[in-house]
């Protein structure tokens, strides 16, 4: 069963945490680490997302976003998609 869509609202903030799937790790070194703050950076413009706080874990991460939009799902596909894509282009 699918969970529940998530209500989104404008500027409303979030706490998003996302996990490797089955507990792997997400950041090898500090390379991916640099990467994925940079994808952070790049889906928080293009979103319009102000980015209060981030903890970037090796399996997972934490962030509080605020969405002035109110546009959460389409800045958490961007950043899961293309990191993901991203890290396993790099790590086979």
């Given at each position: 069963?699918?969970?529940p869509?998530?209500?989104?609202?404008?500027?409303?903030l979030y706490?998003?945490?996302?996990?490797?799937?089955?507990?792997?790790?997400?950041?090898?070194?500090?390379?991916?680490?640099?990467?994925?703050?940079?994808v952070i950076?790049?889906?928080a413009?293009d979103?319009?997302w102000?980015?209060?706080?981030d903890?970037?874990?090796?399996?997972?991460?934490?962030?509080?976003?605020e969405?002035?939009d109110g546009?959460?799902?389409?800045g958490?596909r961007?950043?899961?998609?293309?990191?993901?894509?991203?890290?396993n282009?790099q790590?086979?």
């Open positions: 069963m699918s969970r869509l998530r209500i989104e609202f404008a500027g409303a706490h998003i945490t996302s996990r490797g799937d089955g507990r792997e790790a997400i950041v090898l070194d500090d390379v991916d680490r640099r990467l994925f703050l940079d950076s790049t889906a413009q979103c319009n102000i980015i209060h706080a903890c970037l874990m090796d399996n997972h991460y934490h962030l509080v976003v969405t002035p546009n959460l799902a389409k958490m961007q950043l899961n998609g293309i990191y993901t894509q991203r890290f282009r790590h086979g």
